[in-house]
């Protein structure tokens, strides 16, 4: 009933800075939250970012500061902009969609920080 697609990802440099992008699809009512979850190899899957449909936004201490969540409701958009990349951004960043009782999931986009 909800899909979800990100894309984005690729290889940067540290210092590097790129945007993911999660389209959602279906029946997108009763959506009232979006984020974006990263997993690396060996570690768990850690929550990076929130927003509400509201916009109002939550943020991993571990990015503050270098990642910003923004979404274009008309598009069924979510946006994670990242800045100032670290080797240890390097993960799987997963999409997440919110509804009441459900979750939704995309199929993740892998991003490497890497000189």
């Known amino acids: 009933q909800v899909l979800l697609v990100e894309s984005g990802g690729g290889l940067v440099q540290p210092g590097g800075s790129l945007r993911l992008s999660c389209a959602a699809s279906g029946t997108i009512s009763g959506i009232y939250a979006m984020g974006w979850y990263r997993q690396a190899p060996g570690k768990q899957r850690e929550a990076v970012a929130a927003i509400t449909s509201g916009g109002r936004t939550t943020y991993a201490d571990s990015v503050k500061g270098r990642f910003t969540i923004s979404r274009d409701n008309a598009n069924n958009t979510v946006y994670l902009q990242m800045n100032s990349l670290k080797p240890e951004d390097t993960a799987v960043y997963y999409c997440?969609?919110?509804?009441?009782?459900?979750?939704?999931w995309g199929q993740g986009t892998q991003v490497t920080v890497s000189s």
């Open positions: 997440n969609a919110q509804r009441l009782k459900v979750s939704y």
